[in-house]
Nanobody, 121 residues
């Protein structure tokens, strides 16, 4: 199994910054991608940013130019630097890993427990 541990959420004023971290542990054959999703009450979980092997990166349109995702492959850790935060960014942020762990090649989705980000004055 793969365990994901997140940190870095909290309360920040509009225009402020936060940095989220997520580290994956367990027996992992191949880590294909790591990323961040977010969810607010009554809404579906949505992609924020994802970084895959070869450093291919995708961002949600709503965070482009404000958020930066990066990854430390040696540590199986992904970071999300969030700048110019807005009230609309308030959500529970979930770390996601697409990893081959139960099978040497086939990936499964793994999720962290979620960390609350609140943007409010």
């Amino acid at each position: 199994q793969v365990q994901l541990v997140e940190s870095g959420g909290g309360l920040v004023q509009p225009g402020g910054s936060l940095r989220l971290s997520c580290t994956a542990s367990g027996t992992i054959f191949i880590m294909y991608a790591m990323g961040w999703y977010r969810q607010t009450p009554g809404k579906q979980r949505e992609l924020v940013a994802i970084i895959s092997n070869g450093d291919n990166i995708n961002y949600a349109d709503s965070v482009k130019g404000r958020f930066t995702i990066s990854r430390d492959n040696a540590k199986n850790t992904v970071y999300l630097q969030m700048n110019s935060l807005k009230a609309d960014d308030t959500a529970v942020y979930y770390c996601n890993a697409k990893a081959a762990a139960r099978h040497p090649i086939r990936p499964d989705d793994y999720w962290g427990q979620g960390t609350q980000v609140t943007v409010s004055s």
